[in-house]
T-cell receptor, first 113, second 113 residues
Framework: GDSVTQMEGPVTLSEEAFLTINCTYT??????LFWYVQYPGEGLQLLLK???ADDKGSNKGFEATYRKETTSFHLEKGSVQVSDSAVYFC????????????WGLGTSLAVNP | NAGVTQTPKFQVLKTGQSMTLQCAQD?????MYWYRQDPGMGLRLIYY???????DKGEVPNGYNVSRLNKREFSLRLESAAPSQTSVYFC????????????FGSGTRLTVV
């Protein structure tokens, strides 16, 4: 069935380091792809999305490109800040029923000053 | 602010007690969802409502019931709480179209003792 696989955490970086969080998805259909962020004690917030191959989603310095050939949607940021410490979730739309999202397990990021 | 409102934010129940978690959205979204979030398990879908008047089971529906009261409100009921239902519960809504992300509430932290 449909699934999303994220790199396991926790990821620990120093401030201003480069961030990559890997996400791959099963290639059923042509799903929309999403990254969500969850700050401590809060609900999830949509960070960025892409709806078709080669689209790049971007927000708050984060970017992710929809790569159909590698079924990937890796999250990147050039210079992380302490305030980026959070859990990041990758998700895809369900094949045939885009009212539901299929979620990765989340990747915890800690950024140290 | 427009969004998804969940009540209560915190609740402690004794085993066997019942309670209803409330969720309301003011974005005129068609679809609404209930998730639980447990450490290491990511987000698991309990029930969802694709549109007003319909509800469907998700991955982990046992022990729960839902009511889509109207387009705005979607409640989750625990008839006889068990310690295994200790979790953080999130309500979310979306337009329900291809490419739409979800808007999440801030969560209810439930402890069953």
């Amino acid at each position: 069935g449909d699934s999303v696989t994220q790199m396991e955490g926790p990821v620990t970086l120093s401030e201003e380091a480069f961030l990559t969080i890997n996400c791959t998805y099963t290639a059923t259909g042509y799903p929309s792809l999403f990254w969500y962020v969850q700050y401590p004690g809060e609900g999830l917030q949509l960070l960025l999305k892409a709806t078709k191959a080669d689209d790049k989603g971007s927000n708050k310095g984060f970017e992710a490109t929809y790569r159909k050939e590698t079924t990937s949607f890796h999250l990147e940021k050039g210079s992380v800040q302490v305030s980026d410490s959070a859990v990041y979730f990758c998700a895809r739309g369900s094949a045939g029923n885009n009212r539901k999202l299929i979620w990765g397990l989340g990747t915890s990021l800690a950024v140290n000053p | 602010n427009a969004g998804v409102t969940q009540t209560p934010k915190f609740q402690v129940l004794k085993t066997g007690q019942s309670m209803t978690l409330q969720c309301a959205q003011d974005m005129n979204h068609n679809s609404m969802y209930w998730y639980r979030q447990d450490p290491g398990m990511g987000l698991r879908l309990i029930y969802y409502s694709a549109s007003e008047g319909t509800t469907d089971k998700g991955e982990v529906p046992n022990g729960y019931n839902v009511s889509r009261l109207n387009k705005r409100e979607f409640s989750l009921r625990l008839e006889s709480a068990a310690p295994s239902q200790t979790s953080v519960y999130f309500c979310a809504s979306s337009e329900g179209r291809q490419g739409d992300g979800y808007t999440f509430g801030s969560g209810t932290r439930l402890t069953v003792v």
